[in-house]
């Protein structure tokens, strides 16, 4: 990965994802461009921003993995993906880096939020991403999925503007440093409950910042993401 850019997303808070094969086999992905071609065939690609982004002029490609690193206004990610099955990714917290946005700061300072849709949708999308690649073959029978979000603790829970007529009655706020968690999954129950799985780690995360609100309302909000609505 583009040590620069990773090294700049840490200094704040970030997304760290994995995704892999629970069995290693060097070269299960035969050859680099056969990799190229599973990312673009499995990116996902509802909010204008596709995950994972690629740029073809600007990938690099390796003995074994390709890479993308991107910095554009508040997005500052970097990943790669092997010729393992494994898809490694790190992506700083929007949220973190609104000054490079100025139109949409507002007062948001590094270290100091995290949006309740935008974690929603962040998870939506690595789940959906990981499902697609299982459906395309790349993990046998059983896939690894780790996220790691970083850096939670003294957050509090917000909504960015434009996300309708929403606001928190109180401060959420999480107690913990760090949020990590790592799943292994059967491939076949995956590809059907992956939708599920990401709304359950949702669950998991607001409910460590104290989140007291019914969170069924936000289940549409996954629904109408997928179906292009949000």
């Known amino acids: 990965m583009s040590t620069e850019i990773l090294e700049k997303i840490k200094t704040r808070g970030y997304w760290q994802i994995v995704i892999r094969p629970q069995k290693f086999l060097k070269e299960r992905v035969l050859s680099l461009p056969n990799l190229v071609k599973s990312i673009e065939e499995n990116k996902v690609s509802y909010r204008g921003w596709d995950f994972p982004h690629l740029t073809l002029h600007e990938m690099h490609r390796d003995l074994d993995y390709i890479q993308m690193s991107t910095i554009f206004l508040e997005i500052n990610e970097t990943w790669r993906f092997y010729q393992s099955g494994q898809f490694a990714f790190f992506r700083g917290l929007s949220e973190d880096w609104v000054e490079e946005e100025k139109w949409q ?97 949702f669950q998991w995360i607001m409910e460590r910042f104290g989140f007291d609100i019914s969170l069924d309302v936000f289940k549409r909000d996954q629904e109408k993401f997928f179906e292009g609505r949000f």
């Open 105 to 201: 700061a507002r007062g948001v300072e590094p270290g100091k939020k995290l949006g309740v849709l935008s974690t929603l949708y962040q998870l939506s999308e690595v789940y959906e991403f990981a499902a697609r690649l299982a459906q395309a073959g790349i993990f046998d029978d059983t896939l690894v999925l780790k996220v790691n979000l970083i850096g939670t603790q003294g957050r509090n829970l917000f909504f960015w503007p434009g996300e309708g007529m929403r606001w928190l009655r109180k401060s959420y706020t999480c107690d913990i440093l760090n949020l990590p968690k790592q799943e292994s999954y059967k491939v076949t129950d995956f590809i059907a409950l992956s939708h599920d799985y990401s709304f359950q780690h």
